[in-house]
């Protein structure tokens, strides 16, 4: 039997003889095949490499910057007007307007006023609230986030956001008619058994009333708890859920989820909101306006004197505005007010660059 003898041709690498091209489908030569992209033609004016940018990109960048530039001008030009008011009033001050207790404006001729009184209540009212309210918004978002049950959750977030709409003189109304009586005990207690300690101090306020700080601190704690908790809630939201399940994974409960995942996640978020209480706090006016007492003793750095903040003594002081010179006076505490918010915001974003470094 004979064996056959079979020859493989080799295959062409160029194009066939018959001028066909080998290669691709249907006899597309392999050249061609290379260069079926199509160039995108490039706009006139339009440099090369660059995309042109489109018309709404365009619209949405100058919206942008012209919202900036505005907002930038707009507290600019709040700053001079408060300077440029305070200047005539400062100029007839006869004590120094940061270190000095005083505040004498009838007479235009014979000022004395001082904003030390006025911006220690301020700053101690302020950070009493947020020490209260810090840790119970924070207990707060936890809760909503990782251990609400779903039936809970939303009604719960509701109830604690429609706080934040309550009108600050309705706080001031029940805080002063309605917590001060109920808080009265335990005000009482801690001036008897803590009264060596000097926050808890006899103070130039009267405990039986309520009109003093401890009170007045409680109820703005109130006040700036939903800004708080409503930030932070929204921070450890966004925690990763890779993250969340890969310490599951690990054997973490749920405890040690939220302290090795979700708070290192969301600290920033939650010293943002703090620090937009903080400022709440600071400009609040109304409810401390009826809240605390006003009195002629100089404070003592006690949770149970009374006195005025920076903007409820402005309040107080507003029969006293038809008078550029005596409004020139509130109109000066006023830019203590707003250079003491700046530092304030400008303390937190180093803080939480800090953080995120």
Request: proline share 6%; aromatic share 10%.
């Amino acid at each position: 039997m004979s064996e056959a003898h079979i020859e493989s041709a080799p295959r062409a690498s160029g194009s066939a003889s018959g001028g066909v091209g080998v290669g691709g489908p249907n006899g597309t030569p392999e050249a061609e095949l290379s260069t079926t992209k199509a160039e995108t033609p490039t706009p006139a004016g339009a440099p090369r490499g660059k995309a042109a940018a489109r018309p709404g990109d365009r619209i949405f960048k100058s919206l942008a910057t012209t919202s900036a530039v505005f907002i930038s001008i707009l507290i600019a030009a709040i700053g001079i007007f408060l300077i440029w008011r305070a200047v005539p009033a400062l100029s007839r001050n006869q004590v120094n307007f940061l270190t000095s207790r005083e505040w004498v404006t009838q007479n235009i001729n014979a000022m004395a006023f001082g904003v030390l009184d006025l911006f220690q209540v301020t700053v101690l009212v302020s950070l009493f609230a947020l020490v209260l309210a810090m840790p119970v918004a924070l207990g707060i978002a936890i809760f909503l986030t990782e251990y609400s049950p779903n039936w809970l959750k939303r009604p719960l977030a509701y109830v604690i956001d429609l706080l934040a709409a309550v009108p600050s003189i309705v706080y001031g109304l029940w805080g002063l008619l309605v917590f001060a009586p109920a808080i009265r005990p335990l005000a009482m207690w801690l001036n008897e058994k803590l009264g060596w300690f000097p926050l808890f101090a006899t103070g130039s306020g009267s405990i039986t009333g309520g009109g003093t700080i401890f009170t007045a601190g409680i109820v703005l704690a109130v006040m700036i708890l939903p800004v708080i908790t409503a930030v932070t809630r929204e921070v450890f939201v966004q925690t990763p859920t890779p993250q969340i399940e890969a310490a599951l994974a690990l054997g973490a409960t749920r405890w040690e989820v939220v302290r090795t995942t979700i708070i290192p996640f969301g600290k920033s978020g939650y010293i943002s909101g703090s620090m937009l209480g903080l400022g709440r706090a600071l400009g609040e006016t109304m409810a401390l306006y009826l809240i605390l007492r006003t009195t002629s003793q100089p404070f003592g750095w006690s949770l149970f004197d009374g006195g005025a903040t920076i903007a409820s003594k402005i309040a107080l002081g507003y029969a006293e505005f038809n008078n550029n010179i005596q409004a020139g006076a509130y109109i000066a505490a006023g830019l203590v007010l707003f250079v003491l918010t700046f530092v304030v915001n400008a303390a937190a974003r180093a803080v939480i660059a800090g953080k995120k470094g």
